[in-house]
């Protein structure tokens, strides 16, 4: 008698491996998050992030009397 072959038990056994899977999943993916979130960190230590000039957009308008350029 193998009870993992049973109907019942096969479903179990299957929801344990796919639960399995996704705690792995999850660990992996905090892992890297926390890797990185480190990694920013040391980034941000070394250099301290200097702020851009600001630009300035200008619009031009053209009028419909004008001719096209070509």
């Not at 019942?8 to 660990?27: K, R």
């Not at 979130?37 to 004008?66: D, I």
């Amino acid at each position: 008698m193998n009870v993992a072959l049973e109907a019942g038990a096969a479903t179990y056994v299957a929801m344990a491996v796919t639960l399995s899977v996704w705690i792995g999943i999850f660990v992996y993916l905090w892992r890297i998050d926390a890797q990185a979130r480190a990694l920013k960190r040391e980034m941000e230590r070394e250099q301290p992030r200097e702020q851009p000039a600001p630009t300035r957009a200008t619009v031009t308008r053209v009028s419909e009397a004008e001719p096209a350029k070509k």
